[in-house]
């Protein structure tokens, strides 16, 4: 049976982890949410429009969008435009048991969705959407679905690099992990994930996992491709540009807020990750 789930509220969340099928209109997000879930999303009609940090993103009629739900994201209002969308959420621990290669887990853990034409994967995305979402109700069948979502989210990811484009696909092969490193780098990103408007250290992100510092940076920059460092940094750069749209606060008070200890550091970063200073990235959007 499908768990409980608050639709229309400020977060969503699912009361447990489960596989969870839902068809309709977009819920109204009136703040960014997260969620431990890989979630898939079927636009039938109309658009989607996320924010994802201080990044929108747009998917369009036909396309299938691929995240995962840590990363902080909002569903922005489309407007009048009526909007029919399958919403898909897959438990994360039973993704990380799919051993998926290492490409495919820097993919979902660099913070954009990978965004791909429904006509590039099965033959008709929509009727497998609709019969998982009929067996998930009529239950008994929960293995058979994550057999075939195992089979579609590796289709989606088949030609999906972390340095390629959101949308489209590179190609670019990459060995195979042990699934305990793509749990381990997703267990650390997870804990940036909450952690990152606080002033922690790779020595903090290493320790909530229960590794010395340097087993924790060399599993993560293989997995992820990129430092402990960076990914916090990112990350920081990520809500700074959210509120930079979104607020009226001061330059200063953003920074605080992202979890930059030093202006000159905000600066030094956000231009760094952005190219622009942080007033002029403001201006850009006004």
Not at 197 to 211: F, K, N
Not at 225 to 248: K, N, P
Request: overall charge negative; some cysteine; aromatic content about 8%.
């Amino acid at each position: 049976m499908l768990p409980p789930m608050v639709l229309f509220d400020d977060e969503v969340e699912l009361d447990e982890p489960a596989l969870w099928v839902r068809h309709g209109a977009p819920p109204v997000m009136k703040r960014p949410h997260r969620h431990d879930d890989l979630e898939l999303n079927l636009v039938h009609a109309g658009r989607l429009e996320y924010l994802f940090g201080g990044s929108s993103l747009r998917v369009e009629a036909g396309e299938v969008a691929l995240f995962w739900g840590g990363t902080p994201h909002q569903l922005v209002d489309p407007g009048a435009t009526p909007t029919d969308v399958s919403w898909v959420h897959i438990p994360l621990p039973r993704v990380l048991s799919w051993a998926l290669p290492t490409e495919h887990v820097a993919v979902l853990l660099h913070a954009r969705p990978v965004v791909v034409p429904a006509t590039a994967l099965v033959r008709d995305v929509a009727a497998l959407f609709a019969a998982w979402h009929h067996d998930v109700l009529d239950g008994g069948y929960d293995a058979v679905v994550m057999l075939e979502a195992h089979a579609f989210v590796r289709r989606v990811l088949a030609d999906v690099t972390p340095d390629g484009p959101e949308h489209g696909p590179t190609t670019a092969p990459a060995p195979v992990p042990q699934t305990g490193a793509a749990g381990r780098a997703t267990a650390m990103a997870q804990f940036v994930a909450e952690h990152y408007r606080s002033p922690i250290t790779a020595t903090d992100v290493a320790r909530a996992v229960h590794l010395s510092p340097s087993h924790a940076m060399t599993l993560f920059k293989r997995v992820v491709g990129t430092t402990v460092g960076t990914y916090i940094a990112r990350c920081r750069v990520a809500e700074a540009q959210r509120l930079l749209i979104t607020s009226d606060r001061t330059t200063a008070e953003i920074a605080h807020a992202a979890g930059f200890t030093a202006q000159s550091s905000f600066y030094e970063t956000f231009r760094q990750v952005c190219g622009i200073a942080p007033g002029d990235y403001r201006r850009s959007f006004r």
